[in-house]
């Protein structure tokens, strides 16, 4: 699991984190750095890498922000973390599961299509407003790393999904094309949550999605 800092000040009580989906890098949140926060961002998924509570005992408040297997990685590396509040965005603790996930024959057909063109992630191209993950200053990440990455994830979340953390709140995207809404829904009101919202897949092309979580 790769760890990047976006934001490291000395001088702040507290901290962002953001697990990231497959084949994203911290592009797809650069924009989201609020004042006074420190900001880390989570991604790269080929180990499960828990983050350990005494790494981040000086932060006063630790918010947790996971968008598609994210929300799993985050079942599995933030269990030991004194969370202030977590949010999911458009996925759920059973991301390769046929009633409260992705149907494997989608994760299975873009790892084929990774492997076949070399290609970047299917799901982050394109030109409709708002619907892809944005370019920015970080760099894309190999078709190699990307297809590694999947086969890892696919394969742990099938043989090793459970629920740890205490969700505070799940956004349902209504237009996700790779996690089905119904899905979604069917996981996270089963749970007591589940908030929709008008958007695709990547939940984070408007700020304030997590800023009004940031309370």
Avoid at 77 to 87: G, I, K, S, T, Y
Avoid at 127 to 150: F, N, Q, T
Avoid at 180 to 205: C, I, Q
Wanted: with cysteine; proline share 6%.
């Amino acid at each position: 699991m790769q760890q990047t800092w976006l934001v490291q000040d000395e001088g702040n009580q507290d901290l962002i984190i953001y697990m990231l989906g497959w084949a994203a890098s911290p592009n797809a949140i650069c924009h989201i750095t609020p004042a006074g926060y420190d900001v880390l961002a989570c991604y790269n998924y080929t180990a499960v890498v828990p983050l350990r509570a005494e790494a981040f005992s000086r932060y006063r408040r630790i918010y947790l922000f996971a968008w598609s297997f994210g929300v799993w990685m985050a079942e599995q590396c933030c269990r030991e973390l004194p969370l202030h509040r977590a949010v999911a965005y458009n996925g759920t603790p059973y991301p390769v599961d046929r009633d409260r996930g992705m149907r494997l024959r989608v994760v299975l057909r873009s790892m084929r299509a990774l492997a076949k063109t070399g290609g970047s992630n299917p799901f982050s191209e394109g030109a409709e407003e708002g619907r892809y993950m944005p370019s920015g200053p970080y760099p894309d990440r190999s078709a190699a790393e990307k297809v590694d990455e999947l086969m890892f994830l696919s394969a742990r979340a099938e043989e090793h999904s459970a629920e740890h953390l205490q969700w505070d709140k799940a956004y349902i995207a209504d237009k996700d094309e790779i996690f089905p809404p119904d899905n979604m829904r069917k996981h996270w009101h089963s749970v007591g949550l589940g908030t929709e919202f008008d958007s695709y897949h990547y939940p984070f092309a408007k700020a304030e999605i997590v800023l009004q979580e940031l309370v």
